[in-house]
């Protein structure tokens, strides 16, 4: 008699486990708010929206990636990116129901492995910290924002053309960070907020004024909740957590 | 004709030789690993299975990150190579390496079906009439098998050159060295109002897959067709 009822849990388990798997969420009270940001973003913005009384979804990608996303009719109520040039390509496909509004700022720094000293920002500085064989990381300029501030930055510094043969281009800046934690390569040019919290060090300040200013634009997609534009000026309330997080407040035009 | 930007030609250039170098460099290894799979019977066959499959089945970018922590300069095959100027993380060398590393389970499957298929009792009259071992797999073996080395090749280089997730892990996207076309497509997807370049290089993409396998369907009846002394 034993083994039918074992047989019956067995079935039981079984059936409950796919009746688990296939339910969908709990339905809830209020449909979150949908905001769909650049991956750089994310801690600060993980942070501001535990302070919205009512619930967010927030879904992270590379800038190009999210706007392709909203573009195609992702279920986005607000989209926030790390580059001006994707929000004027997605207010061209009039995917944007409001005005752009710059929601913070932020600098790059040279970032080192764990434990690297600090250096001066000059060819040489550079040189000596590589080596003769050395390379250092950073966003592809062609398709990472971070990669075009700082080939910019370079080239103002007149860096560029004996550096750039030296790079290794990743494909977003968090990869080249990644290679600089782990110690692969020795420099990265990387945003001075995604170096928290990673095991490397800033060994040295990027001036601001090498490159066109770093803007996260902030926007309400078209047909969005009518809540999306309180969030917002949430969002522009928030300056205080971007800038606990390494970010700047936006920059006075 | 497809009007390209220069670098989506250099990636074309690199996709093809890093997949050509890594086609030829995995075949020697592939026919043995085929012969060991298809005809050993020792401890641990299994095991050799399962590893050989391994990069068929993980998620791409965890062989990519597996390379990378083996080959970077703290790595422990890395720290050897890396001062001789042998390195291969960042380099299209590396690039070549994923690529191999992701078609050799293909490789071998495609031998190893073929030696399975071939009949012992050839090697045997082959052999019961004087020819050395080595003799028999050149004169009996090899050609029973080609049609399957073929199809083999045909694979592996297709995977090759459509490798993503391990490669650009593993040595990033640097242009001409190591950004190869499916790099270079996910590179021009993040750029606004890049769709042209884009769209020939996917009908690049989609043209060298496609031609690989219609090549391989034109080669091997021929190829056994010969085998077979018609």
């Known amino acids: 008699m034993a083994r039918p009822i074992r047989f019956d849990l067995t079935r039981r388990a079984v059936l409950g486990a796919g009746a688990a798997l296939f339910a969908g969420p709990g339905r809830a009270q209020v449909a979150p708010l949908s905001v769909f940001a650049a991956a750089s973003l994310k801690p600060a913005l993980d942070e501001i929206a535990t302070d919205w009384d009512g619930p967010v979804a927030l879904s992270y990608g590379g800038s190009g990636t999210v706007a392709r996303q909203v573009a195609s009719g992702a279920p986005a109520d607000l989209v926030v990116l790390a580059a001006t040039d994707w929000m004027d390509w997605l207010g061209g496909q009039g995917a944007l129901a409001g005005s752009v509004q710059a929601v913070a700022g932020n600098r790059l720094v040279l970032a080192g492995p764990p434990g690297a000293a600090a250096l001066t920002l000059t060819g040489a500085g550079i040189a000596a910290r590589l080596g003769p064989a050395g390379r250092f990381a950073m966003g592809d300029p062609i398709s990472v924002p971070a990669g075009r501030y700082g080939q910019q930055a370079l080239e103002t510094l007149g860096l560029w053309s004996d550096l750039r043969r030296r790079a290794i281009l990743a494909e977003n800046v968090r990869a080249a960070l990644a290679y600089v934690a782990r110690g692969d390569v020795d420099l990265g040019l990387v945003y001075r907020s995604d170096v928290r919290g990673t095991g490397a060090v800033e060994v040295a300040a990027v001036p601001t004024n090498t490159h066109q200013p770093i803007i996260y634009p902030a926007a309400i997609v078209r047909g969005a909740s009518p809540q999306a534009g309180a969030f917002l000026a949430h969002l522009r309330a928030a300056t205080p957590v971007f800038v606990r997080h390494g970010f700047d407040p936006v920059p006075a035009a | ?230």
């Open chain 2, 1 to 230: 004709m497809i009007d390209l930007p220069p670098e989506a030609w250099d990636a074309l250039r690199l996709s093809l030789r890093v997949s050509t170098v890594a086609t030829l460099l995995s075949l020697p290894l592939a026919l043995w690993v085929a012969h060991v799979l298809a005809r050993g019977r020792f401890r641990g066959r299994g095991l050799l299975d399962a590893v050989v499959h391994l990069p068929l089945v993980l998620p791409p970018v965890v062989t990519g990150y597996a390379l990378l922590l083996l080959f970077s300069r703290t790595g422990p095959v890395g720290a050897l190579l890396e001062p001789l100027g042998l390195g291969l993380a960042f380099r299209w060398t590396g690039a070549a390496l994923a690529a191999a590393v992701m078609g050799f389970p293909l490789m071998v499957r495609a031998i190893r079906l073929a030696i399975e298929a071939v009949d012992p009792k050839l090697e045997e009259a082959a052999a019961t009439l004087g020819a050395s071992p080595a003799r028999v797999w050149v004169t009996v073996t090899l050609p029973l098998i080609a049609p399957g080395i073929l199809a083999g090749m045909t694979l592996g280089f297709a995977k090759a050159f459509g490798e993503f997730g391990a490669t650009i892990t593993f040595v990033a996207s640097i242009p001409g060295e190591t950004r190869t076309l499916p790099s270079a497509i996910y590179a021009f997807l993040q750029v606004p109002g890049a769709d042209a370049p884009l769209r020939g290089l996917v009908l690049i993409a989609v043209a060298v897959a496609i031609g690989a396998v219609l090549v391989s369907n034109w080669l091997a009846p021929r190829v056994a067709a010969r085998v077979a002394g018609r």
